[in-house]
C-alpha cells in the first residue's frame, strides 16, 4: 500500500524572523533573570505565552473569517502573528500570506500586531478548515496555539478517499531516465499529494520515487504535492522493462493505486554500435502473471510468427488441473488477458499454446508462481463467518449454510454442530443421515457449501457454528449463526409477582423459587432508585442476549431537551436466573454510539471484586438516530438481559417526601400485632423444650444509623420488629454507598428495603413528638399507651407504686407454691442512680421449698408485674 509519512509538526513560516540556534525541548521555556538584580538579563526575555485558540467562521462565497485575541501581558509587546489553515484531517498546515490573503505552501507575510481577524480567500464550500496562530515579540516566537473548532462554507459535503487515478504514461528519455505523468481524479476533500510506484516487470519488484530527486527508493519522502502531475525519474537500469502506478492522497487518506502504465524500458547499446533490448518480460516461452488487485491478475505474453490465437491455462499451485482462462482463446493481435475471481494470497500459475497453421502447438513452460496480496503459509484454517440456517417452513426443513475462504493446504470437510438457544451443550451433525449426535465425527464435504440437519423440535429456537479442516487438522469454530426456528417459537411463560404480568423467558432459565420472580421490567426499574425509570414509557429497550455482537438504532429526538431537564440515559444489565435487582455486567463489554466507544467493561483482575454500576451512556448520544454496537464476551451470554433506561436524578429529600405515612390507629394496630405473641400464653406451662420467639415490648427512639433521635420514624412494610430509624439517614447512607448491589439493606432486621417498601410509622412519630428529648426508650403496654423508661431516680410515688406491685406477684406466686421451698431470683428493668441502665436482682427468700420455675414462667411473671404497674399508672 501506499507509504505513510509522519506528519510535520506545525511551525511558523519560513517568511517568519523565527528563533535560531539549537532546537529546544517542546513545552520546555527557559527563564533566566540577573540574581539580586530584579530585572531580566540582556538577552535572556521570555518568549510570548501560547495564544488562546482562534476561531473560524464563514464570511461569505469562497471566504473564511479568522479571528483571535492577541496577549496583551506579553513584555515586550506582541509585534506579529502567523496564520496557518488546514483541511481537517490533513497532515500539513499551509502558510496565510498577509499581502494576498491566500494560502501559500511556503513563505507567506505575517498579520501586523495590531491586526486580530483576517478573511482568507479561495476556500472550497463543503469543506471543513481549522487554523492555528503564533504570536512573535523581540524575544521571539511563542508555542503554536491548539487547532480551532472547524469552519465550514455552506453544508459540509460527505467525505471519501481519493478514487484510483486513471493509467499513468511512461516514458523513456534518455539513458537511465524514465518520465511519469498523470491526472489527477476528482475528490472530497481535494487531492494533497500524490506518490509512483516503479515496478520491474521481469523481477517484480516494487520501488517508490523519491519526490526530492527522483530516485528509486523504498522508503522516504516519496509524496508529490498537489500540483505536482509529472517526474523524472533518474538511476532506471537500461534493458530492463519497467511499469509505473500511482496513487493520491488527500484528509481521509491515500486511495488505490492505479492500474499500472504500459511497459517501457530504456536501450542497451551492444559493442557494434546497435541498440538491444535485455527482454526480460513476457515471451513465446514462458508468459508473466501481474497481480492487479481485487481477486484479478493479468496474463501477458509475446505472438510468434504466425499465430492466429492463444489459449492460456491457469491453475492453483499444487492443483492437477488446469482451467481456461476467460472460457475461450484469445485471438490475435490480443496478447495478454485478465483472469478475475481469484483468491488473495493463493499463487497461481499459467501455460500458454497457440494456433498456428490450424493446429495447437509450441505449449510454453509454467510461469513463476504470482499471489495476489501477501503469500499465505501452510497452517490450519482459520475461523469461519458465522453460518447461516435455512428454514422451510413449508417441508419442516433446516439447512446449515456456510461460506468457504482459500486455505493452505486447500480445504477437505466442514465440522456443523448445533444445540437450543440458551443450552449449554452442543450436539453434532452425523454426515450420513444428517442426525444429532452428542460426538463429534467425520466432517461432511466442504464443497457442498450446505447441509440438511434432521431430528430437530418445532417451536424451539436453534443456533449453528461450523469449523473447517485441511490435511493439517480442524480449524476453530466460528461465531454462532442467528437463532432460526421451525414454526413460531413456544412462549415460556413465568408470572411476574411484582407487576402480575405473564413474561417470555424465551431461551433463558429461571431455577428459583417461583414465588420470587420478577421479570426484568421490573427489576430494572428498581435498581437504582437515586436515578428513577421515568414512566410509562421511560424503558426504551429490553433484550435477552442471544449473540455476543447486537447492532440497533436508537431515534433520540429529543435527548437535549432531556440533559437540561436532569434527565439520562442509562445501560442496565442483570441476569434472568434471578431473585434479586442485583446489576450484573458479563466478563467484558463494549458499547459504541456512532462510531465512538462510550464505556469499556473489563474482566476484573486476579484477586480483585468488580462493583458493577449501570454506566451513563448520554454523553455518546446525539439528537436524532443513533446506531449502536454492542460486543460481548461471557461464558454464558444467554443468561444476560439488558436494557436501555431513560431516567430522573432524584435526591435524597425528593425520594423521602414520596414515602408513604401508616396511619396512627394502623400503625398502632400492627405494633400489637407484633406483640401479640408477647401478650399471650400461658405462664403455667412448664414444657422446656418448646421455644416460642417474642418480640420485647420495648421501643427504642434512637436510630441505629444516626445514633440520634428520629426526626422521620420509618419500618420496612415487611419488618417484623419494633424499631425505627431515620428516614433521612438512611436515604443518605444508601447514596453514599458506591457498591450498588449492597444498598439497600435495613439496619435492623438485614432484609432487603428498598424506598418504595418504607413506611412512615404516624404512632411513633406521636410518641417521639410527646416525649422529652432525653428519653431514650419507652415501653408499650397493652392496651397501646406507653411508659417512658429514665435514666435518673424516679419519684418516691412511682417506687412505691412498683413495690406494692412486686408484692402482689410474689403472693401470687407463693400461694401457687406452697408445697416447696426455694430462692427465686427475679429480674426487672429498673432505673437506679448508681447502676444507669443495668439489671438489678431483687431477691425474695421464702421459707418453703418451691419447684424451680421454668425460663418461659420466669418471663410471664416479669410481664404480669409490668402489667400491673401500667393498672396502677392508669388509676
Excluded at 506528519?7 to 523565527?18: H, T, W
Excluded at 459535503?157 to 539513458?175: F, I, M, N, T
Excluded at 487518506?253 to 502504465?261: L, N
Excluded at 516461452?285 to 501477458?300: D, F, H, N, S, T
Aim: glycine share 8%.
Amino acid at each position: 500500500g501506499p507509504q505513510r509519512e509522519t506528519p510535520a509538526r506545525p511551525s511558523p513560516s519560513p517568511g517568519c524572523p523565527l528563533l535560531s540556534g539549537a532546537a529546544q525541548p517542546s513545552g520546555v521555556r527557559v527563564h533566566a533573570h540577573a540574581l539580586g538584580s530584579g530585572r531580566r538579563s540582556a538577552g535572556a526575555m521570555p518568549k510570548p505565552g501560547t495564544p488562546a485558540r482562534p476561531e473560524v467562521s464563514p464570511n461569505g462565497p469562497g471566504t473564511l473569517r479568522i479571528a483571535w485575541s492577541v496577549p496583551e501581558d506579553a513584555d515586550p509587546e506582541i509585534t506579529a502573528t502567523t496564520v496557518k489553515v488546514r483541511i481537517v484531517g490533513s497532515q500539513r498546515f499551509q502558510n496565510y500570506d498577509h499581502s494576498t490573503g491566500k494560502l501559500v505552501n511556503k513563505g507567506g507575510g505575517t498579520v501586523p500586531a495590531e491586526t486580530s481577524e483576517i478573511l482568507l480567500w479561495g476556500c472550497e464550500e463543503g469543506i471543513a478548515y481549522e487554523a492555528i496562530i503564533a504570536v512573535m515579540n523581540g524575544d521571539g516566537w511563542s508555542d503554536m496555539s491548539a487547532p480551532s473548532l472547524p469552519g465550514c462554507i455552506g453544508e459540509l459535503k460527505s467525505r471519501a478517499k481519493p478514487q484510483r487515478p486513471g493509467p499513468p504514461k511512461l516514458d523513456a528519455v534518455a539513458s537511465g531516465r524514465l518520465r511519469v505523468t498523470w491526472t489527477l481524479p476528482e475528490a472530497c476533500p481535494p487531492i494533497e499529494a500524490s506518490q509512483v510506484q516503479i515496478t520491474e516487470v521481469s523481477t517484480g519488484l516494487t520501488l517508490l520515487v523519491d519526490a526530492t530527486n527522483g530516485k528509486l527508493i523504498s522508503t522516504g519522502r516519496t509524496t508529490f504535492g498537489a500540483s505536482r502531475t509529472e517526474c523524472n525519474i533518474n538511476g532506471a537500469t537500461d534493458g530492463v522493462e519497467y511499469v509505473a502506478a500511482v496513487c493520491c492522497r488527500n484528509a481521509e487518506g491515500f486511495g488505490e493505486y492505479s492500474i499500472p502504465s504500459d511497459s517501457v524500458a530504456n536501450p542497451l547499446a551492444d559493442t557494434s554500435g546497435m541498440q538491444l533490448v535485455l527482454h526480460q518480460g513476457p515471451s513465446t516461452e514462458i508468459p508473466i502473471m501481474e497481480p492487479l488487485g481485487q481477486g484479478q491478475m493479468k496474463v501477458r505474453w509475446l505472438l510468434p510468427v504466425g499465430a492466429k490465437s492463444t489459449m492460456v491455462k491457469l491453475r492453483r499451485v499444487g492443483d492437477n488441473n488446469w482451467y481456461l482462462c476467460g472460457g475461450a482463446a484469445v485471438t490475435a493481435p490480443e496478447s495478454e488477458v485478465t483472469a478475475s475471481g481469484l483468491e488473495d494470497g493463493i499463487e497461481y500459475e499459467s501455460m500458454i499454446a497457440f494456433l498456428i497453421s490450424g493446429r495447437w502447438c509450441m505449449e510454453s513452460g509454467i510461469s513463476k508462481p504470482t499471489c495476489i496480496g501477501h503469500k499465505k503459509l501452510p497452517s490450519i484454517p482459520d475461523a469461519p463467518k458465522e453460518p447461516r440456517i435455512l428454514v422451510d417452513q413449508a417441508q419442516g426443513g433446516v439447512k446449515v449454510k456456510w461460506t468457504v475462504f482459500s486455505a493452505v493446504p486447500q480445504l477437505t470437510g466442514c465440522h456443523i454442530k448445533v444445540r437450543p438457544v440458551g443450552c449449554r451443550t452442543w450436539q453434532y451433525v452425523h454426515p450420513i443421515n444428517w442426525k444429532l449426535t452428542d460426538k463429534e465425527g467425520d466432517p461432511v464435504p466442504v464443497t457442498n457449501l450446505e447441509n440438511p440437519v434432521l431430528g430437530l423440535t418445532p417451536g424451539v429456537r436453534y443456533e449453528a457454528q461450523v469449523a473447517f479442516r485441511n490435511k493439517l487438522g480442524a480449524g476453530p469454530y466460528s461465531a454462532s449463526s442467528d437463532p432460526a426456528c421451525i414454526g413460531r417459537p413456544t412462549p415460556k411463560l413465568m408470572r411476574c409477582q411484582n407487576c402480575f404480568n405473564d413474561f417470555d423467558l424465551q431461551h433463558s432459565e429461571y431455577t428459583k423459587a417461583p414465588e420470587a420472580f420478577w421479570c426484568p421490567h421490573c427489576r430494572f426499574r428498581r435498581m437504582d432508585p437515586f436515578n428513577a425509570v421515568i414512566e410509562p414509557y421511560g424503558l426504551l429497550l429490553c433484550h435477552i442476549l442471544v449473540r455476543g455482537t447486537m447492532s440497533f438504532s436508537l431515534d433520540l429526538p429529543d435527548i437535549k431537551q432531556w440533559r437540561k431537564d436532569d434527565q439520562a440515559v442509562f445501560m442496565r444489565m442483570c441476569k434472568v436466573d434471578s431473585d434479586t435487582c442485583a446489576s450484573i455486567w458479563p466478563k467484558k463489554l463494549t458499547f459504541e454510539a456512532n462510531g465512538a466507544e462510550v464505556f469499556a467493561i473489563k474482566e476484573p483482575e486476579e484477586g480483585h471484586i468488580r462493583r458493577d454500576v449501570p454506566m451513563n451512556i448520554s454523553a455518546g448520544l446525539k439528537p436524532g438516530i443513533n446506531t449502536i454496537n454492542i460486543t460481548v464476551e461471557d461464558d454464558f451470554l444467554q443468561s444476560y438481559v439488558m436494557s436501555l433506561v431513560r431516567t430522573q436524578s432524584m435526591t435524597a429529600q425528593m425520594i423521602a417526601a414520596t414515602t408513604p405515612n401508616l396511619s396512627e390507629e394502623d400503625a398502632l394496630a400492627r405494633i400489637m400485632g407484633l406483640l401479640e405473641d408477647t401478650w399471650a400464653g400461658s405462664v403455667d406451662s412448664e414444657d422446656e423444650e418448646e421455644i416460642t420467639c417474642v418480640i420485647s415490648n420495648k421501643l427504642k427512639l434512637r436510630c441505629p444509623l444516626s445514633f440520634e433521635r428520629c426526626t422521620i420514624p420509618v419500618r420496612g412494610e415487611q419488618c417484623q420488629h419494633l424499631q425505627c430509624f431515620g428516614l433521612q439517614a438512611y436515604l443518605e447512607s444508601n447514596m453514599k454507598m458506591r457498591a450498588l448491589n449492597n444498598r439497600w439493606t435495613c439496619p435492623v432486621c438485614s432484609c432487603v428495603l428498598r424506598p418504595q417498601d418504607l413506611r412512615v410509622d404516624s404512632y411513633v412519630e406521636k410518641v417521639l413528638s410527646e416525649t422529652p428529648e432525653h428519653i431514650d426508650e419507652v415501653l408499650i403496654m397493652q392496651d397501646g399507651n406507653y411508659r417512658c423508661i429514665e435514666d435518673f431516680p424516679m419519684d418516691q410515688a412511682y417506687v412505691e407504686k412498683e413495690k406494692a406491685a412486686k408484692e402482689a406477684a410474689a403472693r401470687e406466686a407463693e400461694a401457687r407454691t406452697a408445697d416447696d421451698v426455694e430462692v427465686t431470683e427475679m429480674y426487672t428493668t429498673i432505673a437506679d442512680g448508681d447502676d444507669k441502665g443495668e439489671k438489678r436482682k431483687a431477691a425474695q427468700q421464702h421459707t418453703s421449698v418451691q419447684k424451680t420455675l421454668t425460663k418461659r414462667q420466669r418471663a410471664r411473671m416479669q410481664r404480669s408485674l409490668e402489667v400491673a404497674e401500667g393498672e396502677e399508672n392508669s388509676d
